[in-house]
């Protein structure tokens, strides 16, 4: 099928960027005047820039309409760091004849859809984006179907708990595949080597890397401390650092609310730091995180693990901070 006038025009600014003045000659002598109009601007462009124009021959006729649309693979992109605590997964779908869609899911560490917007993406806009996601990732890729998925898991958790989620995102069902019986497993662990990976030997390490010092309270830390206080009652910031996590450790054991954010959703802020880490081809640290969310996930008993003290103390952290933060902005009486 011959290429329509607005599919041609759409292409020009492509074949400028890439310096074809060959294909942009061919184009000279188009049926369409806005066409060859923006021909002539173009050329002249090139010819700014020193590009060698050839002459005017034969008038090129563009290929199928498939051909000037390009890459016409579903493809994702995820976005870790933008936000703490928060995970963006982008899918740009392309149409079937033109034109196509870009969703932008926003989801938490508890696998919460908290934000989706599907905005309407031209052949151009596509190939834009999907160069900007492989000079990103050099050549390393989301796979669709787990973002899919990610997507339709978020979004029926949920709804699990009667809480809203974003009109748009019904909308876009159709689009977005069945919704998955559990949790899609994470697909950068067959990409990473956690053999070797000893999470107490990296834990410091892992939580600076990753600014985990920046991740919201995801755990109700009051509970506990109150339970270490009574037990503890002269223990300050004075008191060694051996005894502190000792009597913190004491005060979370067994404590079926801290084991469930372990388990869950700081596990998750683990292991979703790793995918970042590997699109950006640091895979050592990448592992390090990795393993440190298997170790989580994996134990019975996650709050006896010595070393998650470092992780509940940027949780204690954290929730300190965003207490002060809530009475800063509350109005003077």
Avoid: C
């Avoid at 074809?20 to 000659?25: G, I, P």
């Avoid at 870790?80 to 740009?92: C, D, M, N, S």
């Avoid at 990296?202 to 109700?220: F, H, K, M, T």
């Avoid at 592992?287 to 509940?312: C, F, H, M, N």
Wanted: glycine fraction near 6%; charged fraction near 25%.
């Amino acid at each position: 099928m011959a290429a329509s006038a607005e599919e041609v025009l759409a292409k020009i600014p492509d074949l400028v960027r890439d310096q074809d003045a060959a294909a942009l000659v061919g184009l000279a002598d188009h049926d369409e005047k806005k066409v060859r109009k923006a021909v002539r601007k173009a050329i002249h462009v090139l010819k700014t820039k020193g590009v060698e124009i050839p002459k005017h021959g034969k008038s090129w006729t563009p290929g199928s309409t498939a051909g000037l649309r390009g890459d016409l693979s579903e493809t994702a992109m995820v976005d870790v760091g933008t936000t703490p605590g928060l995970f963006r997964v982008y899918i740009a779908k392309p149409g079937a004849e033109s034109n196509g869609f870009l969703f932008f899911a926003t989801l938490t560490a508890f696998d919460h859809v908290v934000g989706f917007k599907a905005y309407v993406q031209t052949d151009g806009q596509r190939q834009r984006v999907l160069r900007d996601w492989e000079r990103q990732a050099e050549g390393r890729k989301v796979p669709v179907e787990w973002a899919k998925a990610r997507i339709r898991w978020a979004r029926e958790r949920t709804l699990s708990l009667s809480l809203q989620v974003p009109e748009e995102i019904n909308q876009a069902l159709i689009h977005l595949g069945d919704a998955p019986s559990e949790r899609p497993a994470d697909f950068v662990a067959a990409h990473l080597d956690t053999g070797a990976v000893d999470p107490a030997a990296v834990v410091d390490a892992v939580l600076r890397g990753i600014g985990a010092n920046a991740w919201p309270p995801v755990l109700d830390v009051e509970p506990f401390l109150k339970k270490v206080t009574e037990a503890h009652p002269n223990i300050t910031q004075e008191t060694p650092e051996a005894e502190r996590e000792a009597a913190l450790l004491e005060g979370i054991a067994d404590d079926a609310k801290v084991r469930e954010a372990l388990h869950g959703p700081l596990a998750n802020l683990f292991a979703d730091s790793a995918v970042g880490l590997w699109l950006n081809h640091n895979d050592a640290m990448a592992a390090q995180t990795y393993a440190i969310a298997a170790a989580l996930r994996g134990s019975d008993e996650p709050e006896k693990l010595p070393w998650v003290t470092r992780i509940i103390g940027l949780q204690i952290a954290s929730t300190i901070a965003y207490q002060q933060q809530q009475q800063m902005r509350r109005p003077a009486s």
